[in-house]
């Protein structure tokens, strides 16, 4: 279908006519009255011979640059001397016009754009220049028929009103204004110009730079600015609601818990005759002072086979050969379409790549403020099961004349905290603007490389205001309000100090007179004293972000040093409510730098500006845990009443002696790993906790054996060192072609989770059994460790951190799938057990560093946690409406849905942040949470309404709160082992409720 479209012409007076100043708006009926007296309409200049529209194949229009002078015009030259006549060309052909600064001895030069309804050819050749006497062009609104489609409707004749005075384009660069998803502009720079609407981009030669305006707009003056006002709005309407997904992924969703059958042992197992010592004496590397040092630098081991051919290609990025961060904020730009968006928070950006209601081939930038949230299904409801902040509101656009259809989307120089995404002109050409992206960024930030830039907007420009004052020398400020009544702020500086001058076009279009080598910075100001704030940190932006961390006894603090370019002064960065709380209490990085610029995150709560190029924060490191039960106000408890410990051994007895390599040996990691961590747990309280150390002794000889089926890799998808994208994973994908076979192991999804278990397993193996820590076994965990959490940038075959994000404060999980709501995590606790698992394997083979990063991600993560995921009622980040859930759900970077992938029973959704119970459960599930979370779902008898292995998992967390009826509900002579997740025990669910007081 295609759309008419109206663009209103401007009556030009000489250059020495009414001060801007004074200028005024006509009406349509003054408009008309000049109409009615203009002279015949005479065209002169140079046709264009290389007019192509891109991504058309059939341009309608040709450009004229038509000289005024005070002489006649030439009588009888053709304007298209081989396809039509002066006289074939009148007012109802034209479609645009706009006006630049004149030449010497030249009144004004008048830059025409005209459909004439046939095709240009090649054989329009150029005229001779040719002068013509004309004061005033026709003030009529004109109707053309654009080859494509657009959004926008076409202005009504109301709207065809006038600019009175000399307009010329060095008074409107001065100037700043509102705009529209439809409308025209022809720039020409370096001889090459562009006209650029909603139907379609136009690249034609011209003599002059011109920026052709497809409506009035009024030019005022203040003494704060001077404004470009756009008309307001007639038959158009802005694109300020976006789109929402209310819909759950189903790729790698099946169920958390292991289901598969359990026989009853037919024997019990025999108790070793001798007991392996424990005293065996392990070297213990110190802690140093920057514990993210290396696990390791060396290859992974041989038995891991080395694989190029992963199936899914990286697309679109150069210049990387480190490992990529597949679960990082900015994976979109190079998965899928690469239209997804990124959250950097509070802003997120995506590529428009010709779509939304700018149909720009630039950045969109967008910011959601709470009231723009939608909830549901029932939006009255309390709570609500989800909020959504829509996406796909074009609010800013940053991009460049340069960009059409041939634009290609790059990234590069990827870390944990930063990219850099650029956009090409066309696949292998320099970029034309290049995005330096790091998380909490106070500004989005655009490196021009010599283009011409170009603002749009799908929201629409109100209006377009520089500022007459620079916050700062060589910068040049911009104030933007849009139609949905948000004030944005850009501001523009160069290494060569040149100004940066803008002229509205449209409602959806600015563009800048010339082009530009230097930076675009866009913020959205929401009042106060944001302003101030922003003005004194323009001109600065961050480039990347390095970690480092230290441990002294029970406290931790870490940091985050920012890399920054531009002017070097400090850095505006935003903080998330946890940040806040954790700020260390003094020095250079203390809340003193936090200042009242706040901005809300669409599912953070508010972020909050901080001027600091290095952020520190203190956290209570939970040093005292261990294997064992433990609490934050009890510390450790180990030791057990002999009718306790009877009760518990009579059981474990029992579950020691199953079938372990049946249970084990399945085609998922993730399966697997969780079997391996139950009998695990059952060995180590019997041999801890229970004081059966010759039977531990014989249920550990067939745990390593089955462990050792993995060292080996000859399970039943061995593992694969993935080269193209660096990391270890599962070969199912690589066999069965389906990316979604365990969970989406091959592509990166939950690797926290899969190799947590393994590694917790083997903290407990070698706990148990110093002599089973050798080489070849300690460099098999340790590339599973290195691989989800390698800690340093040293270590080159994996990325740093590929799960946990230290900017948020918990991992994602979501890996190489394009997702438009972002990343996402699901089960918060398995999250912080892959955590304790890193704590207790450093424990085991004497690595201080990584035992002390392992203490500070606990921390981190459950203060995180109780922030974002786990709600009690006094929670004031997340929104009122949504925090009975008592749990997240699903936490996505865009949205929070109180769901599961694989169900909606409520204890899957709150029982997937439960799993697995282990001594980090007290840490970062609150005794005032979990009651308040049982209140609300499971006392009176509900929780016994629960069938399978939920029904276990609920009353091991009430054992945290009311550990005495954990404790009867699990020695209870009728116990069904039904009730019991595959991947847990009786055994440790008992150790664990009378740890924590449920025997006396």
Same mark, same amino acid.
């Given at each position: 279908m295609k759309l008419l479209y109206s663009l209103i012409f401007l009556q030009v007076l000489a250059a020495n006519a009414i001060p801007h100043r004074h200028r005024r708006r006509q009406d349509a009926s003054e408009c008309s009255a000049a109409s009615s007296n203009a002279p015949a309409l005479h065209i002169s200049g140079t046709i264009s011979t290389s007019l192509n529209q891109v991504g058309a194949s059939n341009p309608t229009s040709v450009a004229v640059v038509a000289t005024f002078e005070d002489a006649p015009p030439v009588s009888g030259q053709s304007a298209f001397p081989n396809s039509a006549k002066t006289s074939d060309i009148n007012d109802d052909d034209l479609i645009?016009?706009?006006f630049s600064e004149p030449g010497e001895g030249v009144a004004f030069e008048e830059t025409l754009v005209y459909y004439n309804g046939k095709s240009p050819t090649s054989t329009m050749t150029a005229p001779a220049q040719n002068t013509v006497r004309s004061t005033r062009v026709t003030c009529q609104t004109v109707q053309a028929t654009p080859p494509n489609t657009a959004q926008a409707a076409a202005p009504s004749s109301t709207d065809a009103t006038v600019v009175s005075g000399n307009n010329s384009a060095s008074e409107n660069s001065a100037a700043s204004g509102r705009t529209t998803a439809s409308g025209g502009i022809l720039e020409s720079g370096n001889s090459a110009a562009v006209l650029a609407s909603a139907g379609g981009i136009f690249l034609a030669s011209m003599q002059t730079s011109t920026v052709i305006r497809s409506v009035s707009v009024l030019v005022t003056s203040t003494h704060s600015g001077t404004a470009q006002v756009l008309p307001t709005l007639s038959g158009q309407t802005p694109a300020t609601t976006g789109s929402?997904?209310?819909?759950?992924? !189903?790729?790698?969703?099946?169920?958390p818990l292991l289901q598969t059958s359990i026989l009853a042992p037919s024997k019990l197992l025999s108790a070793t005759a001798r007991a392996v010592s424990q005293t065996t004496s392990i070297a213990v590397t110190p802690v140093s002072n920057d514990i993210f040092q290396p696990v390791a630098t060396t290859m992974p081991p041989s038995v891991i086979n080395s694989r190029s051919d992963h199936p899914l290609p990286r697309l679109g990025i150069t210049a990387q050969d480190t490992p990529i961060g597949t679960n990082k904020f900015y994976a979109n730009f190079f998965l899928g379409t690469q239209t997804a968006g990124t959250w950097t928070h509070p802003y997120s950006v995506a590529w428009s790549k010709g779509g939304g209601a700018s149909t720009s081939w630039g950045m969109s930038i967008q910011h959601i403020d709470a009231d723009q949230r939608v909830y549901g299904p029932n939006p009255s409801a309390n709570p609500v099961e989800y909020f959504i902040d829509p996406i796909g509101i074009q609010s800013i656009v940053l991009s460049a004349v340069e960009l059409g259809s041939s634009t290609s989307l790059t990234i590069d120089t990827m870390t944990a905290f930063s990219a850099n995404v650029n956009l090409l002109p066309s696949p292998g050409a320099e970029p034309a603007i290049t995005f330096p992206l790091v998380q909490g960024m106070g500004f989005i930030t655009a490196i021009y490389n010599g283009g011409t830039p170009i603002l749009?907007?799908?929201?629409?420009?109100?209006?377009?205001?520089?500022?007459?004052? !620079? %916050? $700062?020398?060589?910068?040049t400020k911009y104030t933007i309000v849009l139609e949905d009544g948000k004030t944005w702020l850009v501001y523009a500086s160069s290494p060569s100090g040149a100004t940066l001058s803008f002229i509205v076009v449209s409602n959806g279009l600015v563009q800048a007179t010339s082009n530009w080598d230097g930076i675009i910075q866009v913020a959205k100001n929401p009042g106060g004293e944001a302003e101030?704030?922003?003005?004194?940190?323009?001109?600065?932006?961050a480039t990347s972000a390095a970690l480092s961390g230290s441990a002294s006894g029970t406290t931790g603090t870490y940091s985050l040093s920012f890399s920054k370019a531009g #002017?070097? !002064?400090?850095?505006?960065? #935003?903080?998330? %409510?946890?940040? =806040?709380?954790? #700020?260390?209490a003094s020095g250079t990085n203390s809340v003193t730098t936090l200042t009242s610029l706040q901005l809300n995150t669409t599912t953070k709560g508010i972020a909050t500006g901080v001027i600091a190029d290095t952020w520190t924060f203190t956290e209570n490191l939970p040093t005292s845990m261990g294997f064992a039960p433990w609490s934050p106000s009890s510390g450790s408890q180990s030791a057990l009443s002999s009718a306790t410990i009877s009760t518990i051994l009579s059981v474990a007895k029992s579950e020691v002696s199953q079938n372990m390599t049946s249970q084990t040996d399945l085609n998922s990691m993730y399966y697997s790993g969780k079997a391996l961590a139950k009998f695990a747990?059952? =060995?180590y309280t019997i041999n801890d906790l229970l004081n059966d150390q010759a039977l531990a002794q014989a249920g550990l000889a067939d745990l390593k054996q089955s462990f050792a089926l993995f060292t080996s890799n000859e399970q039943q998808f061995p593992l694969v060192h993935d080269t193209a994208w660096g990391g270890i994973v599962s070969s199912a994908s690589y066999t069965t072609g389906d990316s979604g076979v365990d969970f989406g192991n091959s592509y990166y999804n939950d690797h926290h989770f899969h190799y947590g278990y393994f590694v917790y397993a083997a903290a407990v193996i070698g706990y148990l059994d110093p002599t089973w820590l050798t080489t070849e076994n300690v460099a098999w965990v340790n590339a599973l460790v290195r691989d989800y959490a390698n800690p340093s940038t040293l270590d080159t075959y994996f990325p740093v951190s590929r799960n946990f994000d230290w900017y948020h404060g918990h991992s994602w999980a979501h890996g190489l799938f394009e997702t438009f709501d972002g990343k996402d995590e699901e089960s918060s606790s398995e999250d912080t057990m892959s955590a304790y698992a890193i704590k207790m394997w450093g424990h085991t083979i004497g690595d201080a560093n990584m035992e002390?990063?392992?203490?500070?991600?606990?921390?981190?993560?459950?203060?995180?946690l109780q922030n974002y995921f786990l709600y009690t009622s006094?929670?004031?980040?997340? %929104?009122?409406?949504? =925090?009975?859930? $008592?749990?997240?759900?699903?936490?996505?970077?865009? $949205?929070?849905?109180?769901?599961?992938?694989?169900?909606?029973?409520?204890?899957?959704?709150?029982?997937?942040h439960m799993i697995p119970l282990m001594p980090f459960s007290t840490l970062t599930r609150s005794q005032e949470f979990v009651t308040e979370e049982w209140n609300t779902y499971f006392s009176n008898g509900r929780a016994d309404s629960v069938s399978g292995g939920w029904r276990g998992i609920l009353y091991a967390n009430l054992a945290i709160v009311q550990p005495m009826a954990a404790w009867t509900f699990f020695s209870q002579s009728g116990f069904d082992s039904t009730w019991l997740d595959g991947g847990a025990s009786q055994t440790w669910y008992m150790a664990l409720a009378a740890g924590l007081g449920g025997t006396t």
């Amino acid at each position: 279908m295609k759309l008419l479209y109206s663009l209103i012409f401007l009556q030009v007076l000489a250059a020495n006519a009414i001060p801007h100043r004074h200028r005024r708006r006509q009406d349509a009926s003054e408009c008309s009255a000049a109409s009615s007296n203009a002279p015949a309409l005479h065209i002169s200049g140079t046709i264009s011979t290389s007019l192509n529209q891109v991504g058309a194949s059939n341009p309608t229009s040709v450009a004229v640059v038509a000289t005024f002078e005070d002489a006649p015009p030439v009588s009888g030259q053709s304007a298209f001397p081989n396809s039509a006549k002066t006289s074939d060309i009148n007012d109802d052909d034209l479609i645009a016009a706009a006006f630049s600064e004149p030449g010497e001895g030249v009144a004004f030069e008048e830059t025409l754009v005209y459909y004439n309804g046939k095709s240009p050819t090649s054989t329009m050749t150029a005229p001779a220049q040719n002068t013509v006497r004309s004061t005033r062009v026709t003030c009529q609104t004109v109707q053309a028929t654009p080859p494509n489609t657009a959004q926008a409707a076409a202005p009504s004749s109301t709207d065809a009103t006038v600019v009175s005075g000399n307009n010329s384009a060095s008074e409107n660069s001065a100037a700043s204004g509102r705009t529209t998803a439809s409308g025209g502009i022809l720039e020409s720079g370096n001889s090459a110009a562009v006209l650029a609407s909603a139907g379609g981009i136009f690249l034609a030669s011209m003599q002059t730079s011109t920026v052709i305006r497809s409506v009035s707009v009024l030019v005022t003056s203040t003494h704060s600015g001077t404004a470009q006002v756009l008309p307001t709005l007639s038959g158009q309407t802005p694109a300020t609601t976006g789109s929402v997904i209310t819909s759950i992924g !189903s790729i790698g969703t099946s169920g958390p818990l292991l289901q598969t059958s359990i026989l009853a042992p037919s024997k019990l197992l025999s108790a070793t005759a001798r007991a392996v010592s424990q005293t065996t004496s392990i070297a213990v590397t110190p802690v140093s002072n920057d514990i993210f040092q290396p696990v390791a630098t060396t290859m992974p081991p041989s038995v891991i086979n080395s694989r190029s051919d992963h199936p899914l290609p990286r697309l679109g990025i150069t210049a990387q050969d480190t490992p990529i961060g597949t679960n990082k904020f900015y994976a979109n730009f190079f998965l899928g379409t690469q239209t997804a968006g990124t959250w950097t928070h509070p802003y997120s950006v995506a590529w428009s790549k010709g779509g939304g209601a700018s149909t720009s081939w630039g950045m969109s930038i967008q910011h959601i403020d709470a009231d723009q949230r939608v909830y549901g299904p029932n939006p009255s409801a309390n709570p609500v099961e989800y909020f959504i902040d829509p996406i796909g509101i074009q609010s800013i656009v940053l991009s460049a004349v340069e960009l059409g259809s041939s634009t290609s989307l790059t990234i590069d120089t990827m870390t944990a905290f930063s990219a850099n995404v650029n956009l090409l002109p066309s696949p292998g050409a320099e970029p034309a603007i290049t995005f330096p992206l790091v998380q909490g960024m106070g500004f989005i930030t655009a490196i021009y490389n010599g283009g011409t830039p170009i603002l749009q907007s799908g929201v629409f420009f109100r209006t377009v205001t520089r500022a007459n004052t !620079s %916050p $700062k020398a060589g910068v040049t400020k911009y104030t933007i309000v849009l139609e949905d009544g948000k004030t944005w702020l850009v501001y523009a500086s160069s290494p060569s100090g040149a100004t940066l001058s803008f002229i509205v076009v449209s409602n959806g279009l600015v563009q800048a007179t010339s082009n530009w080598d230097g930076i675009i910075q866009v913020a959205k100001n929401p009042g106060g004293e944001a302003e101030a704030i922003y003005d004194a940190a323009c001109g600065t932006y961050a480039t990347s972000a390095a970690l480092s961390g230290s441990a002294s006894g029970t406290t931790g603090t870490y940091s985050l040093s920012f890399s920054k370019a531009g #002017f070097g !002064s400090t850095l505006l960065m #935003f903080a998330l %409510p946890h940040h =806040i709380q954790s #700020f260390s209490a003094s020095g250079t990085n203390s809340v003193t730098t936090l200042t009242s610029l706040q901005l809300n995150t669409t599912t953070k709560g508010i972020a909050t500006g901080v001027i600091a190029d290095t952020w520190t924060f203190t956290e209570n490191l939970p040093t005292s845990m261990g294997f064992a039960p433990w609490s934050p106000s009890s510390g450790s408890q180990s030791a057990l009443s002999s009718a306790t410990i009877s009760t518990i051994l009579s059981v474990a007895k029992s579950e020691v002696s199953q079938n372990m390599t049946s249970q084990t040996d399945l085609n998922s990691m993730y399966y697997s790993g969780k079997a391996l961590a139950k009998f695990a747990g059952i =060995i180590y309280t019997i041999n801890d906790l229970l004081n059966d150390q010759a039977l531990a002794q014989a249920g550990l000889a067939d745990l390593k054996q089955s462990f050792a089926l993995f060292t080996s890799n000859e399970q039943q998808f061995p593992l694969v060192h993935d080269t193209a994208w660096g990391g270890i994973v599962s070969s199912a994908s690589y066999t069965t072609g389906d990316s979604g076979v365990d969970f989406g192991n091959s592509y990166y999804n939950d690797h926290h989770f899969h190799y947590g278990y393994f590694v917790y397993a083997a903290a407990v193996i070698g706990y148990l059994d110093p002599t089973w820590l050798t080489t070849e076994n300690v460099a098999w965990v340790n590339a599973l460790v290195r691989d989800y959490a390698n800690p340093s940038t040293l270590d080159t075959y994996f990325p740093v951190s590929r799960n946990f994000d230290w900017y948020h404060g918990h991992s994602w999980a979501h890996g190489l799938f394009e997702t438009f709501d972002g990343k996402d995590e699901e089960s918060s606790s398995e999250d912080t057990m892959s955590a304790y698992a890193i704590k207790m394997w450093g424990h085991t083979i004497g690595d201080a560093n990584m035992e002390a990063r392992g203490n500070l991600q606990l921390a981190v993560s459950a203060r995180a946690l109780q922030n974002y995921f786990l709600y009690t009622s006094s929670n004031t980040v997340e %929104p009122a409406r949504f =925090i009975g859930n $008592k749990v997240s759900g699903i936490m996505f970077e865009n $949205k929070i849905d109180h769901t599961t992938y694989f169900g909606t029973n409520i204890e899957y959704i709150q029982g997937i942040h439960m799993i697995p119970l282990m001594p980090f459960s007290t840490l970062t599930r609150s005794q005032e949470f979990v009651t308040e979370e049982w209140n609300t779902y499971f006392s009176n008898g509900r929780a016994d309404s629960v069938s399978g292995g939920w029904r276990g998992i609920l009353y091991a967390n009430l054992a945290i709160v009311q550990p005495m009826a954990a404790w009867t509900f699990f020695s209870q002579s009728g116990f069904d082992s039904t009730w019991l997740d595959g991947g847990a025990s009786q055994t440790w669910y008992m150790a664990l409720a009378a740890g924590l007081g449920g025997t006396t």
